[in-house]
């Protein structure tokens, strides 16, 4: 069946490391991925997007990498400050998918030492 | 910046009564949706919702399950007869777009069946 999973159920980085988190997905029929931040008690806070035509993409502080050949995608980020402290999920929606679901995955919880 | 609401944040009930969570999407998008999170787990998929109908629902929303567009700006999702397993973080999210889109999330209502 289809599934959006991590690697790492947990990471811890010194303030000032970067970070990379890993997503593995399994339905080859992918074509958008989003990656969400989600402090405790709270919603899931959008960080950035990826289209399937996209191999990489930037934000403030954030990179997304796409690598479909493996379907993997990984959330870098640059200089991480206690902030940055949260569980990170990722989340795709098939391209056939027309009602707009999201697919999380299991999430990995990053926490920053400072 | 506009944001999705909740209410309540909140909300105890007993087994076997009738909940309502509510929503305030962000006033401009038209595609609206449920989740849930059993706690420690991953977010689920619940139902999405467009031009005053269910686009799509997961296996989880049963007919115990209903959502409704009141008015203009609510959005809230009913449970006819809780069960214990209905304990859970519910949150509703809203986007632009259906299909590949970012949605964004509430801060959720918490669910406790007692």
């Known amino acids: 069946g289809e599934s959006v999973g991590l690697h790492l159920p947990t990471l811890s980085v010194q303030e000032g490391d970067n970070s990379i988190i890993n997503c593995a997905y399994s339905n080859s029929a992918s074509d958008y991925f989003i990656w969400y931040k989600q402090e405790s008690g709270k919603g899931p806070q959008f960080i950035i997007d990826?289209?399937?035509?996209?191999d990489k993409r930037q934000g403030q502080r954030v990179t997304v990498l796409l690598n479909k050949t493996v379907k993997h995608l990984s959330l870098q980020i640059a200089a991480t400050q206690p902030g940055d402290s949260a569980v990170y999920f990722c989340a795709e929606t098939p391209i056939y998918n027309q009602g707009g679901k999201l697919i999380f995955g299991q999430g990995t919880e990053l926490s920053v030492k400072p | 910046e506009p944001e999705v609401t909740q209410t309540p944040s909140h909300q105890v009930t007993q087994m076997g009564q009738e909940v309502i969570l509510r929503c305030v999407p962000i006033s401009n998008h038209l595609y609206f949706y449920w989740y849930r999170q059993i706690l420690g787990q991953k977010v689920e998929f619940l139902v999405s919702f467009y031009n005053n109908e269910i686009s799509e629902k997961s296996e989880i929303f049963d007919d115990q399950f209903s959502v409704e567009r009141p008015d203009g700006s609510n959005f809230t999702l009913k449970i006819r007869s809780t069960k214990l397993e209905d304990s859970a973080m519910y949150f509703c999210?809203?986007?632009?777009?259906?299909?590949?889109?970012?949605?964004?999330f509430g801060p959720g209502t918490r669910l406790t069946v007692l």
């Open positions: 990826i289209r399937s035509n996209m």
């Open positions: 999210a809203s986007s632009t777009s259906g299909g590949p889109d970012t949605q964004y």
